[in-house]
């Protein structure tokens, strides 16, 4: 029985065009929202913006990875190893998509703040608190969705 199950976690998982495409998307909206998701008030609330100075650095990085993933038919393959890489795997995956749909979603506060709050304030605070949450999962989501991802694969047995 033991040799089924290891026979069974060291096949390889291998990366469809789907998973492909989540990855990609999930790393191509880390820099819109890193850049343009802190405007206004929310900038002024978390320091105009999530990524530091080097904005050179991160895009170079970021577009070498879309790159390579998009060039390399097997750059997202891994081997099951244990059943905790698998399970942070499929997390990462789900994180993934909770940050794509929050990215989409900062574009349409305002609709989600009146439909979630009656009275938005005289100032429209609402609408920064609303902003400053979505903001803060999509990115919270993408970086741990990629990061963990990463973190499932390079830990596998390759």
Do not use: H
Not at 29 to 49: E, N, V
Not at 52 to 75: F, G, H, K, S
């Amino acid at each position: 029985m033991d040799s089924i199950f290891n026979e069974a976690m060291s096949r390889s998982i291998q990366a469809n065009l789907a998973l492909k495409t989540l990855y990609c998307f999930s790393l191509f909206f880390i820099l819109p929202i890193s850049l343009f998701g802190a405007s206004g008030w929310l900038g002024m609330m978390t320091g105009g913006g999530f990524l530091p100075a080097p904005i050179l650095m991160w895009l170079l990085l970021i577009v070498w990875r879309l790159v390579y993933v998009v060039r390399y038919r097997n750059a997202l393959d891994s081997l099951k190893s244990n059943k905790f890489l698998f399970l942070l795997r499929k997390i990462s995956i789900l994180l993934m998509v909770v940050g794509i749909m929050a990215s989409l979603t900062i574009f349409i506060r305002r609709p989600i703040t009146e439909f979630v709050f009656r009275n938005v304030g005289d100032d429209g605070i609402a609408y920064v608190i609303v902003g400053l949450w979505i903001y803060c999962i999509s990115l919270a989501a993408l970086f741990l969705g990629a990061g963990g991802f990463e973190v499932s694969r390079k830990f596998s047995k390759t």
